[in-house]
Every structure is written in structure tokens, then in C-alpha cells.
């Protein structure tokens, strides 16, 4: 079955860390890029960061930069977001997204359920 | 970055409905554009990838059209499955930029 699930969401004090996996079954995951997102309670899409199929390639919206890293595990067929000094307004359910091509910057063709992240004060 | 805007916010059509769904971008992005249909509680789904092109399984009463900065989808006979949000998407650069989303409902 083609999908992706992701794991590791749930609810953290302001300042603290946090790992979200996304586990892929299904797809030849070591050839395309991935992505994550999330999406605040009742808010639209925003794209977190993307990493490229050979981990050469990576990217961040500046609203995570610094504090967020995204890696890949092409062994494992899983792609890892760390969340590192977490704030309030990262509140939000966390979905990784596979890209159409290996480099990434490309439109998502499969999404995971998501993982809510919450950030208490 | 990339701006992209969204009209209406909301929608409301009837089954059966011609309905079209503008999206604008603050600088040409060829027709590096993609358009998602998301329901509450699931994750997003791709509809039309490079501005026209049908994400394979997708109905064809969905169609995308546009280039350079200003693109549309149109849902030709609108069917009750089709009420929801939809957003429109640009990867000609990073940071990758959704548009605000579009409520369509009853």
C-alpha cells in the first residue's frame, strides 16, 4: 500500500524539542524528494522545509530556520523533522509530503495523515 | 518570496454548478503551479500539477488553466464530493508558497 504515516506529534512546553518521523511504504522513497508542512488549527498550508532524494539539498521557510532540521534515512524509508526551541505559533498538524521528483522542488503527489504538534506555554 | 492570492475565500455554489477559482501570483512563475483539495480532518490532495496538467485518477470535470502570474480551476458540474477547501500552489522557487485557500460550500 502506497503511503506515508507520520509519528512523534504531541504536546511540548514552549522551548523544547520535539522529532517527527514519516515513514514511507510502497514508493521507491530513496528517488524523490520530501517534504513537510503543517497547518495551524483552522489556518491554511505553510511549507516547512524540503530535503532532496540524496540529502544534497536542503531547504527552510525562514519562519523555522535555525531552529528546525530535516533529514532523511533512505535505508529506513523515513524522513525525520527535528524541532528544536519550539514557540507557541508552531502549533499546527505536521504533514510530510512526497514530491513528484527527485530534487524536490515539485508539486506534492502523496501526503501522510499528519501529527498534531502543540506547544503549551 | 512569492506571494499568491486566492478569490473568493469562500464560495457558494449548488450541485451542478460551473465554478471557477482565481489564483494570482506576485511574480511569474511560468506554470510551475499546483492546485490541492483538502477536506476537514484529511490531508490535502493534488488536483492539477503545472498549471493544466490532471493528476492521474482526478475527474475531469476538473481543469486547470494560466501562466506567468495568473491561473485558474474551474470544476465544470459541480458534484456534492466537491465541497471543500481547495489552495493553489507555487514551485517555481523556494520558499514553496500556498495561496490562502478557498472554501467552496453549499
Known amino acids: 500500500q502506497v503511503q506515508l504515516v507520520e509519528s512523534g506529534g504531541g504536546v511540548v512546553q514552549s522551548g523544547r524539542s520535539l522529532r517527527l518521523s514519516c515513514a514511507a511504504s510502497?514508493?521507491?522513497?530513496?528517488?524523490?524528494?520530501m517534504h513537510w508542512v503543517r497547518q495551524a488549527p483552522g489556518k491554511g498550508l505553510e511549507w516547512v522545509a524540503v530535503?532532496?532524494?540524496?540529502?544534497?539539498?536542503?531547504y527552510y521557510a525562514d519562519s523555522v530556520k535555525g531552529r528546525f532540521t530535516i533529514s532523511r534515512d533512505n535505508s529506513k524509508n523515513t524522513v525525520y523533522l527535528q524541532m528544536n526551541s519550539l514557540r507557541g505559533e508552531d502549533t499546527a498538524v505536521y504533514y510530510c509530503?512526497?514530491?513528484?521528483?527527485?530534487?524536490?522542488?515539485?508539486?506534492?503527489?502523496?501526503w501522510g495523515q499528519g501529527t498534531l504538534v502543540t506547544v503549551s506555554s | 518570496d512569492i506571494q499568491m492570492t486566492q478569490s473568493p475565500s469562500t464560495l457558494s455554489a449548488s450541485v451542478g454548478d460551473r465554478v471557477t477559482i482565481t489564483c494570482r501570483a506576485s511574480?511569474?512563475?511560468?506554470?510551475?503551479l499546483a492546485w490541492y483539495q483538502q477536506k476537514p480532518g484529511k490531508a490535502p490532495k493534488v488536483l492539477i500539477y503545472?498549471?493544466?496538467s490532471l493528476e492521474s485518477g482526478v475527474p475531469s470535470r476538473f481543469s486547470g488553466s494560466g501562466s506567468g502570474t495568473e491561473f485558474t480551476l474551474t470544476i465544470s458540474s459541480l458534484q456534492p464530493d466537491d465541497f471543500a477547501t481547495y489552495y493553489c500552489?507555487?514551485?517555481?522557487?523556494?520558499?514553496?508558497?500556498f495561496g490562502q485557500g478557498t472554501k467552496l460550500e453549499i
Open positions: 510502497g514508493v521507491t522513497f530513496s528517488r524523490y524528494g
Open positions: 530535503i532532496s532524494y540524496d540529502e544534497n539539498y536542503k
Open positions: 503545472k498549471g493544466s
Open positions: 509530503a512526497k514530491a513528484a521528483n527527485a530534487w524536490g522542488r515539485y508539486y506534492f503527489d502523496l
Open positions: 500552489q507555487q514551485y517555481n522557487t523556494y520558499p514553496l508558497i
Open positions: 511574480q511569474s512563475i511560468s506554470d510551475w
